[in-house]
């Protein structure tokens, strides 16, 4: 992600922020020009750089859950990102709001890449409508497993408790899980939504798709029991960015989607950065790369891992000196690469 910065004091701020800790302006994001906003916070209205339109904060700004700005001025209306939410957990228990806000600040950071990807939200296929929405739901305490998250026609739902810190790591060890977050949830479950919309109908992707991922008419509910059962095959680090990714297709495209989010989004952020890795070794590596460009704009894969492993190793290394586990725990094989190349083609079609 970029970096950005207070417009009235130049303090450079997140894209969380709701207001500056310098100057205690009110900050919001713009998403159309990408750009954080700063005014006065005895405002509430903001002119919009280029049309001078007059934007104000989204509706759930209120609720602690956005800091988008929205140009209708109408108090009832939703950014971008909150918008496409079909259903939210019930705000009058805390522990759901708490949670829900959570999700959210995950969410607008998923928009941002797919914005950065120009991805449409909607899409008409054979006359029938596409649309991502969420449903985001709370479990009912009698039954904890009821609410799967998952994705199917267009809607993501998620369980709020992926929210709690406790219970999602509890999780990733049953699971046995390297890493586990909200962002990748939503990294994960927005494939399957493009995998609808950009492969399934399109007979000449879908054939290069099976080529590299498999043969997605595998019956997915005996993959699944099979994959719970036996577990993934041995060697599956040779082919696959992770071992769910073994289990059909379907999930080795999602698996591999989150990974061209999470890769795309860590190099944009080190190019806005300028960082330059030059590590005090004896001998010439390939670790010696400088992340002078932006991802976005560039058209090869091969250039993006390139400059991506070193930088992978450098923020475990970090890590490693936190006594944290690793930010970036995967090793990328060559099959990956290429399922990762022919993520960025498809997008860029
Ligand atoms: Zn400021
Ligand atoms: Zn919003
Ligand atoms: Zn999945």
Redesign the pocket.
């Given at each position: 992600m970029k970096i950005f910065q207070?417009s009235?004091?130049k303090?450079p701020i997140y894209f969380e922020n709701t207001f500056?800790e310098?100057?205690g302006?009110s900050l919001g994001y713009l998403f159309d020009a990408e750009e954080m906003l700063?005014f006065p916070s005895k405002e509430t209205t903001v002119a919009h750089p280029d049309t001078q339109n007059t934007l104000t904060y989204c509706a759930n700004h209120s609720l602690d859950a956005c800091n988008w700005l929205v140009s209708n001025t109408d108090e009832e209306s939703f950014c971008e990102a909150c918008e496409t939410n079909h259903m939210i957990p019930d705000l009058s228990f805390p522990e759901n709001k708490l949670d829900w806000q959570k999700i959210e600040a995950a969410k607008r950071r998923l928009f941002y890449s797919l914005h950065k990807l120009n991805l449409p939200y909607v899409f008409i296929l054979n006359n029938e409508k596409l649309e991502l929405s969420f449903d985001f739901l709370a479990s009912d305490p009698n039954k904890p497993n009821a609410v799967k998250t998952g994705h199917a026609n267009g809607r993501i739902t998620l369980n709020i408790n992926e929210a709690d810190s406790v219970h999602r790591e509890y999780i990733k060890e049953q699971l046995s899980e390297r890493y586990r977050t909200l962002l990748g949830h939503f990294r994960h479950e927005v494939g399957h939504f493009y995998w609808d919309a950009l492969i399934k109908p399109n007979p000449k992707v879908l054939q290069e798709f099976r080529r590299l991922f498999g043969n997605d008419t595998l019956d997915y509910g005996q993959a699944l029991q099979k994959h719970y059962q036996n577990g993934p095959p041995s060697n599956w680090r040779e082919r696959y960015i992770s071992s769910y990714a073994t289990m059909h297709p379907w999930e080795d495209w999602a698996e591999t989607w989150s990974h061209y989010l999470h890769i795309m989004d860590m190099l944009e952020t080190a190019y806005h950065f300028g960082l330059e890795i030059d590590p005090d070794l004896k001998k010439n590596t390939n670790l010696d790369v400088s992340c002078d460009f932006d991802p976005y704009e560039e058209v090869s894969m091969r250039k993006i891992i390139k400059h991506y492993l070193p930088l992978t190793y450098v923020v475990n290394s970090l890590s490693r000196s936190m006594g944290v586990a690793d930010l970036y725990p995967f090793v990328i094989s060559e099959p990956v690469i290429q399922k990762l190349a022919f993520i960025h083609k498809v997008v860029q079609l």
């Amino acid at each position: 992600m970029k970096i950005f910065q207070c417009s009235n004091c130049k303090n450079p701020i997140y894209f969380e922020n709701t207001f500056c800790e310098k100057c205690g302006n009110s900050l919001g994001y713009l998403f159309d020009a990408e750009e954080m906003l700063s005014f006065p916070s005895k405002e509430t209205t903001v002119a919009h750089p280029d049309t001078q339109n007059t934007l104000t904060y989204c509706a759930n700004h209120s609720l602690d859950a956005c800091n988008w700005l929205v140009s209708n001025t109408d108090e009832e209306s939703f950014c971008e990102a909150c918008e496409t939410n079909h259903m939210i957990p019930d705000l009058s228990f805390p522990e759901n709001k708490l949670d829900w806000q959570k999700i959210e600040a995950a969410k607008r950071r998923l928009f941002y890449s797919l914005h950065k990807l120009n991805l449409p939200y909607v899409f008409i296929l054979n006359n029938e409508k596409l649309e991502l929405s969420f449903d985001f739901l709370a479990s009912d305490p009698n039954k904890p497993n009821a609410v799967k998250t998952g994705h199917a026609n267009g809607r993501i739902t998620l369980n709020i408790n992926e929210a709690d810190s406790v219970h999602r790591e509890y999780i990733k060890e049953q699971l046995s899980e390297r890493y586990r977050t909200l962002l990748g949830h939503f990294r994960h479950e927005v494939g399957h939504f493009y995998w609808d919309a950009l492969i399934k109908p399109n007979p000449k992707v879908l054939q290069e798709f099976r080529r590299l991922f498999g043969n997605d008419t595998l019956d997915y509910g005996q993959a699944l029991q099979k994959h719970y059962q036996n577990g993934p095959p041995s060697n599956w680090r040779e082919r696959y960015i992770s071992s769910y990714a073994t289990m059909h297709p379907w999930e080795d495209w999602a698996e591999t989607w989150s990974h061209y989010l999470h890769i795309m989004d860590m190099l944009e952020t080190a190019y806005h950065f300028g960082l330059e890795i030059d590590p005090d070794l004896k001998k010439n590596t390939n670790l010696d790369v400088s992340c002078d460009f932006d991802p976005y704009e560039e058209v090869s894969m091969r250039k993006i891992i390139k400059h991506y492993l070193p930088l992978t190793y450098v923020v475990n290394s970090l890590s490693r000196s936190m006594g944290v586990a690793d930010l970036y725990p995967f090793v990328i094989s060559e099959p990956v690469i290429q399922k990762l190349a022919f993520i960025h083609k498809v997008v860029q079609l």
